[in-house]
């Protein structure tokens, strides 16, 4: 197991920063603001061939009167009851407050190794604002400065002394990475706190709770997944706060680096323009898609005909994702939550999947016996062959002696050709149309011997 150390503090005081220059990363938002952070952050960092898993956490203040703060110090607390190491940020410039001396009360009853580090210290003529922090009763303070780098490399390695050297890992599946987005109120962290079984998220009624994505780690039987919870994502128009713009690019970051999209929608309140938008992010950024209609225990279905009405529109809102699976849960009530990793990993299974040319060129030819291509501008389009290039989706390419002369519904037919032919029915398929290179094939150019065969036989 990896060693895991929690970076704690009061508001504003540098943890974000501070967490995405250890993991080398970008992954919590940063800004002056104090109270961006609110849930918990995860990410695995390395230090002299040690790895850990980095705590990110939110700002802990008594008596702060932010309606998120009792949540945030729950968070807070969690974070120290499960790490190895502590980590408390002090503010080298604000200096000490009555916050810091309730923190460092509460650490000293935790029987775990604690790091005291002043942040805000920029270089060796700064380090006089230590001072001030002796007085706390900290015999060992370490100066910092997160946003430059300045004594970080000091401080790691006495934060890593005592870990383990991690030994190669052994080949384990491939690690599904499972982003839920949706519009704002949507019901996301509740679902992610449903599947995990814990309150691992904030839920809150108040809209735009969750800022950064989230990223979770957890296993499922022999499968490792990755839930990144995301912020809700609502239309241009009503975005005007900077921090919510940084939330929704990162939302949208996230689907860049997924494999399956879950897409949460709000079932009682029916499905809306903005939910068909955040569906078309997933498609443009090539994922895998499964729509999941929450609140499903508030919706009237006394007919019986509910889901049959909600997949109608959707098919018809939202033709470019007629492939996504659709899925009634309810994460209040855990209904159809665990059938949801069935589902997600037909998708991955198909999202990855490898054909090979021969099979893919057998299947294009029957397809093209099938329906003849049609004529541009006199002459007749003509395929030579096709392979494919990638997965995750899959992605294809074939050769054709006018690309920009095929119909878009031609291409269309061929990508349903291939669905039906290889059972890729719920992931993304994507064909690209190139011209050959050469007018004559390798094998016949004008050095070969064939080709001067040819020739000659031609003249007899």
């Known amino acids: 197991m990896k060693p895991i150390v929690a970076i704690v503090g009061r508001p ?221 994502i609502r239309r241009k128009g009503k975005v005007s706060l900077r921090l919510e713009k940084f939330s929704i690019i990162k939302a949208l970051r ?28 997933a498609h443009d950024r090539g994922c895998g898609a499964i729509f999941l209609l929450n609140k499903w225990d508030l919706v009237d279905n006394r007919d019986g005909k509910a889901l049959k009405r909600f997949t109608e529109k959707l098919r018809m809102d939202a033709k470019f994702l007629n492939f996504a699976p659709v899925m009634t849960v309810s994460a209040k009530t855990g209904q159809r939550i665990q059938r949801i990793f069935s589902i997600v990993y037909e998708v991955y299974v198909q999202y990855s999947t490898r054909i090979t040319t021969g099979q893919l060129n057998k299947a294009m030819d029957q397809a093209l016996i099938r329906t003849q291509p049609p004529l541009h501008k006199g002459t007749r389009l003509k395929f030579y062959y096709a392979t494919q290039v990638s997965t995750r989706p899959p992605t294809f390419v074939s050769f054709v002696n006018f690309p920009d002369g095929v119909h878009f519904s031609y291409q269309r037919y061929l990508v349903n050709q291939i669905r039906g032919a290889f059972s890729l029915n719920k992931t993304p398929v994507r064909l690209l149309l190139r011209p050959r290179t050469g007018k004559n094939p390798a094998f016949l150019n004008k050095k070969s011997k064939l080709f001067k065969r040819r020739k000659r036989s031609t003249r007899r």
């Open 254 to 281: 996230s689907l860049e680096r997924c494999d399956v999209a879950l897409i949460v929608i709000d079932a009682e309140q029916g499905i809306s323009e903005q939910d068909v938008r955040v569906a078309g992010y």
């Open 12 to 232: 504003n005081v540098g943890k974000s920063t501070l967490f995405n220059r250890i993991t080398r990363s970008r992954d919590a938002i940063v800004d002056d603001l104090p109270g961006v952070t609110r849930d918990r952050n995860f990410r695995d960092a390395r230090w002299n061939d040690k790895i850990f898993t980095l705590v990110d956490t939110g700002g802990f203040a008594e008596g702060d009167d932010d309606a998120f703060a009792p949540h945030i110090r729950q968070q807070v607390a969690q974070a120290i009851g499960d790490a190895d190491s502590i980590i408390l940020i002090l503010d080298g410039k604000g200096g000490s407050s009555p916050f810091d001396a309730d923190l460092i009360h509460t650490l000293r009853t935790v029987d775990k190794p604690v790091f005291y580090v002043v942040n805000k210290i920029d270089g060796e003529g700064q380090e006089k604002a230590l001072f001030d922090f002796y007085t706390l009763g900290i015999d060992t303070l370490f100066p910092v400065s997160a946003e430059h780098g300045y004594g970080v490399a000091d401080f790691l390695d006495e934060l890593t002394a005592g870990f383990p050297e991690m030994a190669a890992e052994e080949n384990r599946p491939d690690v599904i990475r499972i982003a839920v987005v949706g519009k704002p109120n949507a019901g996301k962290s509740s679902l992610i706190n449903a599947i995990l079984g814990e309150e691992r998220l904030m839920v809150s009624d108040v809209a735009g709770t969750t800022r950064d994505a989230i990223d979770t780690a957890f296993t499922r039987g022999e499968q490792s997944y990755v839930l990144v919870d995301t912020a809700g």
